[in-house]
T-cell receptor, first 115, second 110 residues
Framework: DAGVIQSPRHEVTEMGQEVTLRCKPI?????LFWYRQTMMRGLELLIY????????DSGMPEDRFSAKMPNASFSTLKIQPSEPRDSAVYFC?????????????FGPGTRLTVT | DQQVKQNSPSLSVQEGRISILNCDYT??????FLWYKKYPAEGPTFLIS?????DKNEDGRFTVFLNKSAKHLSLHIVPSQPGDSAVYFC?????????FGTGTSLTVIP
C-alpha cells in the first residue's frame, strides 16, 4: 500500500485566498483524521471522520475551516479565506477501528504558508 | 487545555546512553497510549503503545512505562543511537480519538 497520500506537499498563498488540502487514506481504513502542527501547540486534532461521517469537529478553529469526506478514499480540508496565522503543517491520518484502537498512519503533511 | 503534556521541548543525550522522554496526562478516561516518532519533512510514525492494563511494554531498544496513579508515561530508549534523533510525540486515547502532546525533540550526540 502507498500509505496516506496528501497533496500538495507545499502550498504558498496570499492572505484572503482559498486553500484546499487533499488526502487519500489507506485503503480499507474507515477513520480519517486531520491535524495541524505548530510549534506552540504541537499536534492538534481538527476533525475526524468515521465511515465518511464527521464525528468530532470541535478542533476546527473557526468557520473559515471546513472539511469533507465525500467517499472512503478522499477527503479535503478547506480554508476560506486564509490568514497568516493558518501557516502550519497539516497532517492527514487514517486508521482502522475494528472494535479496538489501532495506531494511526500519517501522511507526509502539507506545509502551508499564508503571506 | 492540553490533556496530554510533554513538558520538555528538547533533550540531548550521548550515543549509547539512555534517553528518557516523559509525558503527563490529565484525563483518567484515557486507556491507550502511544508514542510516535517524527523526522523532519515526514509525518509521524508509530513507535510503541501500551494499554492501561499494563505498566510496561518493551520492543527492542524501546520501552514504555505507564504509571496510572500518577497519570504519567515515559519512553526509554537504550542504548540511544544517532538515528533516534527526532521529535517524539506521546498520544493518549479514551477509545475514539487521540490527543497528542507538543513533542520532545531528541538529539543523540555521536
Amino acid at each position: 500500500d502507498a500509505g496516506v497520500i496528501q497533496s500538495p506537499r507545499h502550498e504558498v498563498t496570499e492572505m484572503g485566498q482559498e486553500v484546499t488540502l487533499r488526502c487519500k487514506p489507506i485503503s480499507g481504513h474507515n477513520s480519517l483524521f486531520w491535524y495541524r502542527q505548530t510549534m506552540m501547540r504541537g499536534l492538534e486534532l481538527l476533525i475526524y471522520f468515521n465511515n465518511n461521517v464527521p464525528i468530532d469537529d470541535s478542533g476546527m478553529p473557526e468557520d473559515r475551516f471546513s472539511a469533507k469526506m465525500p467517499n472512503a478514499s478522499f477527503s479535503t480540508l478547506k480554508i476560506q479565506p486564509s490568514e497568516p496565522r493558518d501557516s502550519a503543517v497539516y497532517f492527514c491520518a487514517s486508521s482502522s477501528l475494528a472494535g479496538v484502537i489501532d495506531e494511526q498512519y500519517f501522511g507526509p503533511g502539507t506545509r502551508l504558508t499564508v503571506t | 487545555d492540553q490533556q496530554v503534556k510533554q513538558n520538555s521541548p528538547s533533550l540531548s543525550v550521548q550515543e549509547g546512553r539512555i534517553s528518557i522522554l516523559n509525558c503527563d496526562y490529565t484525563n483518567s478516561m484515557f486507556d491507550y497510549f502511544l508514542w510516535y516518532k517524527k523526522y523532519p519533512a515526514e509525518g509521524p510514525t508509530f513507535l510503541i503503545s501500551i494499554s492501561s492494563i499494563k505498566d510496561k511494554n518493551e520492543d527492542g531498544r524501546f520501552t514504555v512505562f505507564l504509571n496510572k496513579s500518577a497519570k504519567h508515561l515515559s519512553l526509554h530508549i537504550v542504548p540511544s543511537q544517532p538515528g533516534d534523533s527526532a521529535v517524539y510525540f506521546c498520544a493518549a486515547s479514551p477509545g475514539n480519538q487521540f490527543y497528542f502532546g507538543t513533542g520532545t525533540s531528541l538529539t543523540v550526540i555521536p
